[in-house]
């Protein structure tokens, strides 16, 4: 049995992931902020498999400086072993770039520190563990917004091309060893995503035909089991990652932003 470690599992594809491995028999630790939609989650859990995995929650604040450490201490403090990673925890903001106040940039860096930031520390904590043992799996959630800039959601986008660059780099660096490391990239899937600041009249949520998370999830927990590094579910969007390869990059920005633009 392995223990597996979802950041973000209050919500959405995290949620979701949640509920794919604890079928497939693997403990569970999940983390969020809100303990009560994980404390559900847990007892769901639970229920539809008679007891017979084991699930940790702890409720965490991955934005803060330290998080990932405290995280770590914890799990370490229950003497569990982790065997996947999945870092998933993200958050958006939309809007110009350009009209944010000075004032306002405190949650500009919150979306750096979580979607970035933690995700690096969780890396490098786990990382190290597995190459020790020479044994275990991380998969970091970017998203197809990793394959293009996009204006009016322009640090997010730019978030997630970091995670994929920096998970396929790591990923060249251990190819020696026994790790699996891998990269999910969603396109538009139903969450609260759909409902961070400004992001529910965009043109992308509104016109897509967009995936459920628990598809999402299943097709993630499918490809991974089978050793795919790159995660693209749906064939649209994977039809998007491939076109937007061969588009000028300067025309696949200004498509992207028409998708953020309002509806
Ligand atoms: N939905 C999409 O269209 C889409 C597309 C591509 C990629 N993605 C990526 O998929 C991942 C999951 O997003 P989702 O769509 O499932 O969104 P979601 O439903 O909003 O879920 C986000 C999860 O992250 C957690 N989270 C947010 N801030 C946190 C913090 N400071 N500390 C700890 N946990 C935090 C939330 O839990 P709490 O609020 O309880 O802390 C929640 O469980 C993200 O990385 C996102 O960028 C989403």
Not at 45 to 67: F, Q, R, T, W, Y
Not at 80 to 85: G, M, Q, S, T
Request: net charge positive; hydrophobic share 40%.
């Amino acid at each position: 049995m392995k223990t597996v470690l979802i950041t973000g599992a209050s919500s959405g594809i995290g949620y979701e992931l949640a509920k794919v491995y604890a079928e497939n028999n693997n403990n569970l630790i999940l983390v969020a902020r809100r303990k009560d939609r994980l404390e559900k989650l847990k007892k769901e859990i639970l229920e539809k498999n008679n007891s017979k995995i084991n699930v940790l929650i702890l409720e965490k604040d991955l934005g803060k400086a330290n998080a990932s450490f405290e995280l770590y201490q914890e799990v370490k403090k229950h003497n569990i072993d982790v065997d996947v990673l999945i870092n998933n925890a993200g958050i958006g903001i939309h809007g110009e770039f350009s009209k944010i106040l000075w004032a306002d940039m405190y949650k500009n860096n919150s979306l750096i520190n979580l979607n970035i930031r933690t995700v690096v520390e969780l890396t490098k904590l786990y990382l190290d563990d597995f190459l020790q043992k020479n044994k275990g799996e991380i998969l970091n959630v970017a998203s197809i917004a990793s394959f293009f800039p996009g204006p009016i959601m322009a640090t997010y986008y730019a978030s997630k091309a970091f995670v994929f660059s920096f998970t396929e780099a790591i990923r060249e660096e251990v190819a020696y060893s026994n790790i699996k490391i891998g990269t999910l990239c969603p396109g538009p899937t139903a969450t609260e995503f759909e409902k961070s600041p400004n992001m529910e009249k965009s043109t992308m949520f509104a016109k897509l035909k967009i995936m459920t998370a628990k598809k999402v999830a299943q097709i993630t927990y499918r490809d991974f089991e089978k050793g795919k590094n790159i995660i693209i579910p749906g064939t649209l969007n994977k039809i998007t990652v491939f076109i937007a390869r061969f588009l000028p990059r300067k025309t696949i920005t200004k498509i992207a932003k028409r998708m953020q633009e309002k509806k």
